[in-house]
């Protein structure tokens, strides 16, 4: 007679999906030890990626589809741990902040050219993340996206929260959570989906409904409507979407397979697997790693049955093995890029398809200009699932749960989160343009510049970067700094690798944390932008955090091979405050105080860990020592990478 154990292991798979809890799941694998260690089943991607994508409305990442570690642990914590961090722009209130500007009247902005302008009482805008502060009933927050001057959250129970204003038309001055409510009839719908653009608000229903808000000129916040087809968020005509989904339709199959199916049917499109809209195009991607992309009119249509194909983007003869097909594509409004299966990651900008679409319109003769996708070089191979584009910045999400952060922030508005005035400058950010726009140096674009939620980092960079213990001693170097900017890039790295080591190596013999499941304190779900702001959902271990907070505290903390400690000399080591503990026991054994009284114990207490640091004084990568007294940094720069270019 046959078991369960001698089924076929993908009939395994396929058996358990039909189990309706994690529960039911775990029980099942404790029954059997077989089942119990055979990783690849208790943690079966298949599984726990449909549990959290029903549970908590977790928008799919096809880059990480197989993770079954990462979506098991994201179900587990999604309850109680996610929370909404945003930075940038506050206009309209985007953040969340009440905001004045709306008690003048500000220029309209429909592109990213146009500034707006500001207040002298407007709340301030934050280049550090700041949680975003939403009722408490909200409940656990499973998808984010932001607007043009709004930021919107999808709850696990299917409620739709909105901060800010749907248009440049301030009907709300940002400290106001408002829901968007279903309409009459429809009391008890549950969204699954939702898509927030610079004027309107859609959302998808549990049974295919699509709802829609927007914002008139009377800057009234209009009733939602229902549209009853079934089908997905109705941005383009129905005829058109189907088309889509009809002319690229076929039987979804293993790389090799994908690979002999386009060698006999060299004109099949595969099914499709993601799309995007654009301000002017609709771009997808096939599962056999095509990508195709077609103009929308200004009245809404587009030329679907015959779209442009990027062709050169895939190499057919190494799609089953060298892994160079396209897997997704993400953007909006004016930007985009694509994820391709070897960890590459190719961005662009319409202005490229809008050049391709009328060289293949008006003739076939090339053309002196060559359009080109980038090859940002911390964006390859380091694990990027999801981008996501604001009017002239951007971000990446990676798969350990950091985010970096690429382009310009307008006025210096904190868009790229890496800091607020004065921590930018030793985040490579340098002050270019009339008015003072920020740009991230070319430099930086070498190992990416993260995005960090931990206060503690800011108070320590805030110590550093304005000299430290002496700051009379390192005025010319910070003179120098922000006059150079090669030396700029180069603090800015040294300021970078300190950053990313800040939890990486805590002792175990100290650590004593429970609950601990591998990932960083602080790890990034997903990521937002759009216009002037950004915003992240985060999974926040507030244990570990504190811990690792503690750790620095007590000068318990080790710091890599090579680097500087990040704590003062006068803290105390390991060995020392196990001496202190035993004197103290053994004073209190006496009966006198555990402790010899100190005037300077107040002090202390009081002081930071890194007191006695100061601005760094390094060896540069031309040979030059910065100026100064203090010892040089047992550090070196690494070589600098510069931006590659792929021509479709």
């Not at 009440?98 to 592109?111: D, E, Q, T, V």
């Not at 805030?462 to 090669?486: L, N, Q, Y």
């Not at 300021?495 to 939890?503: A, K, N």
């Not at 007191?611 to 070196?636: A, C, H, Y």
Request: net charge negative; proline share 5%.
């Amino acid at each position: 007679m046959t078991g369960f154990l001698d089924l076929p292991f993908d009939i395994l798979l396929q058996v358990v999906q039909h189990l309706g809890s994690a529960q039911d799941f775990l029980a099942l694998c404790t029954t059997c030890r077989e089942l119990y260690d055979a990783e690849e089943f208790v943690y079966a991607p298949s599984f726990w990626s449909r549990l959290a994508r029903e549970k908590f409305r977790v928008p799919n990442r096809p880059v990480v589809q197989a993770d079954g570690r990462r979506w098991r642990s994201l179900y587990r914590r999604m309850l109680k741990e996610t929370k909404v961090y945003v930075w940038g722009n506050n206009d309209r209130g985007s953040l969340g902040k009440p905001s004045r500007s709306h008690h003048h009247i500000a220029g309209r902005r429909f592109g990213p050219h146009v500034r707006p302008q500001v207040t002298p009482n407007a709340q301030a805008n934050t280049g550090w993340p700041q949680e975003l502060d939403l009722p408490k009933d909200v409940g656990s927050i499973a998808d984010l996206q932001c607007g043009g001057w709004c930021t919107a959250a999808l709850t696990s129970s299917g409620k739709i929260f909105v901060v800010g204003s749907l248009s440049d038309s301030p009907h709300t001055d940002g400290s106001i959570t408002w829901e968007c409510a279903p309409p009459a009839g429809y009391e008890h719908e549950h969204y699954q989906q939702f898509s927030v653009g610079r004027s309107h608000l859609l959302a998808l229903g549990g049974e295919g409904q699509v709802y829609c808000w927007m914002v008139w000129k009377s800057s009234q916040l209009q009733e939602p409507t229902e549209d009853s087809q079934s089908a997905p968020l109705r941005t383009l005509p129905e005829r058109d979407i189907s088309v889509v989904a009809t002319t690229a339709e076929s039987p979804r199959s293993s790389p090799s397979a994908r690979s002999e199916a386009h060698q006999k049917d060299p004109i099949s499109t595969g099914a499709v697997v993601n799309w995007i809209l654009l301000e002017s195009f609709l771009v997808w991607v096939t599962d056999i790693g095509r990508v195709f992309a077609t103009h929308i009119h200004e009245d809404g249509t587009a030329l679907i049955t015959s779209p442009l194909e990027l062709t050169s983007l895939v190499d057919h003869n190494a799609v089953s093995g060298a892994g160079s097909d396209i897997l997704d594509v993400q953007g909006s409004f004016r930007d985009f890029a694509l994820l391709r299966a070897n960890g590459e990651v190719l961005s662009s900008n319409q202005d490229m398809l809008t050049h391709l679409w009328s060289i293949r319109v008006e003739t076939d003769s090339p053309t002196q200009w060559s359009p080109r996708f980038r090859k940002i070089p911390a964006l390859q191979h380091t694990g990027v699932i999801q981008l996501a584009f604001g009017d002239w910045h951007f971000h990446a999400l990676h798969r350990d749960g950091h985010i970096t952060s690429y382009g310009k922030e307008m006025s210096f508005c904190g868009s790229l989160g890496l800091g607020d005035t004065g921590i930018d400058m030793v985040r490579g950010i340098k002050s270019t343009g009339f008015g003072g726009d920020g740009v991230l140096l070319e430099q930086c674009n070498t190992n990416g510049r993260r995005v960090f939620f931990e206060n503690q980092m800011k108070e320590w960079m805030d110590h550093v970067r304005t000299g430290g213990k002496d700051k009379g001693e390192a005025v010319s170097r910070m003179d120098a700094v922000f006059a150079d900017d090669e030396q700029r890039a180069e603090v800015s790295e040294w300021f970078e690798c300190r950053l990313r080591d800040w939890d990486r190596d805590v002792p175990a013999s100290v650590a004593n944390i429970t609950n601990d499941d591998g990932l960083a304190a602080f790890f990034a779900l997903s990521v937002a932008a759009a216009g002037w702001h950004s915003g992240a959902l985060v999974l926040q271990n507030d244990n570990k955090a504190a811990q690792i907070r503690k750790r620095y505290e007590q000068g318990l903390l080790e710091q890599p091979e090579g680097q500087s400690s990040i704590l003062s000399d006068g803290q105390s080591s390991l060995v020392d405050k196990t001496k202190a503990l035993v004197m103290g026991l053994g004073r209190s054994f006496l009966g006198l105080p555990e402790t010899e009284p100190s005037a300077e114990t107040s002090a202390n207490e009081l002081a930071p860990p890194w007191q006695n640091e100061t601005f760094p004084r390094l060896r540069l990568k031309s040979g030059q020592v910065m100026e100064g007294q203090i010892p040089i940094e047992d550090w070196s720069c690494p070589e600098w990478k510069t931006t590659e270019y792929h021509e479709p």
